[in-house]
């Protein structure tokens, strides 16, 4: 079984400017990884690549094997139903209400009865830990930190293999995000979920990342964060020794990865 | 992929075993949901009995939407057991009992009737008075900017003009020519059956010059600036740029509101006379080539027919009708809130409104100068 996510010699390029010049990257099954990187680096460009919502010049982008490049949009559905998007600031659609919210994609492209689709979006719903009397909230009257769990579920609304998440704990408080951290992890283990996560968070970094690709000039360097800690790279290594980085290494409960 | 797999049903009672029971196969996941739900619905109607065992071995795929039809259905069967130890983390993870939420109550028809007649009316009420209060504020602003001049965004108030006016010209400039088409060609038809062939000048002079150039023209930029006064401001206060503005000690009014009122008031006259002119040329070309009157009689017609007044009375309307549009359109903006439904909602609104109260202000002065014999 090779990687469910597979990026080879991507190559993106705006006008003059080159964001991505020969990068790869993989996602192991039923692997955390976290895509770090410093503001405007590209993260964001690399995983609307990833989702092909931005055509790159060159590179294949293969999902569970498949080059989504060259599928028609018939083929394509069937991968995006391989895979949940958790966007940054929950993108949850304003005029619907959360269980709406969470139940379209159900309605969309299943056959079952509209109680069951119901019922299994309040379940859904209760999975990522919120309240039924959420449920007929609008997306308008949502804490950030609810806003995200709603995504989420909408993200889970098809089972997916893969989920994409986009900075989940920015913006959320030190236990909202330890929440959503633990949530990740415990619905990898639940549903054997292959997770990758653009994160500027060190500590969802240290908790629930099994590796980290690091977005430096243009290229990922893969490794765990032990690799990252030790490189030699002037960059990853600020990153990954700067004061935050020490602050959170000091405690060693948190010390997992 | 929704298809029924070809195998077997995803549910087989044992035939003829020593202890009567299902067994459970195939995938149960998300695909193949609706499918096991109706098998799970003919079987309960089949059979009564609670306590029949289930053997899972035969379950190829499991996902959350069929571990939680197993869990609701066969929870507590004989049998089970293994496949949710098996599944230990997924079974663990799923919710203990479902919750049931508390639908809201709903009144009854004749009461939700009255109530609903009740609200609108109170809704109309409030609108009327925040409407009164809004151009109050305007005005003081107005008022306040006059005391130190240097506070009018003049940059602003050009850059609306812009788009308010300059780039409302060619459409003006088109409607006002086929609006006069228009009238003129309905005209000529009906008097010429009376040889009065003359007066179709007459008639396309005076309703372009004090009713069609100035109501087109403020349809027009009701539909154009109006919507857009009210997205823009919509968005803004969507993304909390509004309250940006106020944290940083800039009042909205001043910054958002007031160019685009003064913008507006400055620029529906001009295209309003650029509407008249298009339209009294767009009547001299149905004149020559319906009527075969030349241009200089056209002219001389057209001169006795049209005075000062009635240019005035048309002119005069155009800076009412421009408030009425960008108060409407700024007011509607300011209202939104958290969602982009409201921004659509309310920029049709702004529509709708603004037209009304045009055509509305439009009767009143008709009104007005019919007693005042103008």
Request: charged share 20%; proline share 4%; aromatic share 6%.
């Amino acid at each position: 079984m090779g990687a469910l996510v597979e990026v080879k010699n991507l190559i993106n390029r705006f006008g003059t400017q080159t964001v991505h010049e020969d990068l790869c990257l993989t996602l192991d099954d039923k692997e955390i990884l976290g895509l770090v990187g410093g503001s405007g680096s590209g993260k964001s460009v690399l995983l609307r690549s990833i989702l092909g919502l931005n055509t790159p010049k060159s590179g294949e982008i293969l999902i569970d094997g498949v080059n989504i490049q060259a599928l028609s949009v018939k083929e394509l559905l069937e991968v995006q139903k391989k895979w949940g998007v958790v966007f940054q600031n929950g993108a949850l659609f304003s005029g619907l209400t959360v269980l709406d919210n969470v139940a379209l994609p159900m309605r969309e492209y299943t056959d079952l009865s509209p109680g069951m689709i119901e019922e299994l979006a309040l379940y859904k719903l209760q999975m990522v830990g919120l309240e039924p009397s959420a449920a007929d909230k609008f997306p308008s009257s949502l804490s950030g930190g609810m806003a995200r769990r709603v995504s989420l579920a909408r993200a889970l609304a098809l089972d997916p293999k893969i989920l994409f998440l986009d900075e989940p704990t920015a913006g959320l408080d030190p236990i909202a995000a330890a929440a959503f951290d633990n949530l990740i992890l415990s619905l990898r283990e639940a549903l054997g979920l292959s997770v990758l996560v653009i994160t500027h968070d060190l500590d969802t970094l240290v908790t629930i990342c099994d590796r980290v690709a690091m977005l430096v000039d243009k290229h990922i360097v893969m490794g765990t964060i032990g690799d990252m800690m030790a490189s030699e790279h002037p960059w990853i290594h600020e990153y990954f020794n700067g004061p935050r980085m020490r602050a959170i290494s000091k405690n060693p409960h948190k010390e997992t990865a | 992929m929704r298809k029924r797999d070809t195998t077997g049903d995803f549910i087989t009672i044992t035939p003829g075993g020593p202890t009567k029971g299902i067994q459970l196969s195939g995938s149960w996941t998300i695909n193949s949901a609706a499918l096991i739900e109706t098998e799970i619905a003919d079987f309960q109607k089949s059979t009564k009995d609670s306590a029949i065992s289930v053997d899972p071995s035969g379950i190829r795929e499991l996902d959350t939407v069929g571990a939680w039809l197993i869990k609701k259905h066969f929870g507590h069967a004989p049998g089970i057991g293994p496949l949710i130890e098996s599944r230990k983390n997924l079974f663990d993870f799923l919710p203990g009992k479902m919750e049931a939420r508390t639908a809201p109550s709903k009144p009854s028809s004749i009461f939700h009737f009255f109530s609903h007649i009740g609200k609108t009316a109170i809704d109309r009420l409030n609108f009327l008075y925040a409407i009164f209060v809004f151009i109050g504020k305007i005005f003081s602003r107005l008022l306040s900017n006059f005391l130190s001049p240097r506070r009018f965004r003049f940059p602003s108030i050009v850059r609306h003009i812009y788009e308010t006016g300059i780039q409302a010209v060619p459409i003006i400039a088109l409607l006002g020519i086929l609006m006069s088409m228009v009238i003129s060609y309905q005209a000529a038809i009906q008097l010429q059956k009376f040889g009065a062939d003359i007066f179709t000048i007459d008639l396309s002079v005076i309703s372009i010059l004090r009713e069609m150039g100035v109501l087109i023209t403020a349809i027009m930029v009701a539909g154009r600036s109006g919507s857009a006064f009210a997205a823009e401001i919509g968005v803004m206060k969507m993304r909390e740029e509004v309250d940006a503005l106020k944290t940083i000690g800039m009042d909205p009014i001043e910054v958002l509101v007031l160019p685009r009122v003064i913008a507006l008031i400055l620029v529906l006259p001009m295209l309003t006379f650029i509407a008249d002119i298009v339209g009294l040329a767009g009547g001299s070309l149905m004149s020559l080539l319906l009527l075969d009157i030349p241009l200089h009689q056209y002219l001389d017609r057209a001169q006795t027919v049209a005075t000062p007044t009635m240019f005035a009375v048309g002119m005069i309307k155009a800076p009412v009708f421009a408030f009425l549009i960008s108060v409407i359109g700024t007011y509607q903006g300011m209202n939104v809130t958290g969602s982009a439904e409201s921004v659509g909602k309310l920029t049709t609104v702004s529509v709708v409104q603004s037209i009304f109260l045009v055509i509305m202000a439009d009767a009143a002065f008709s009104v007005i100068f019919s007693r005042a014999g103008i």
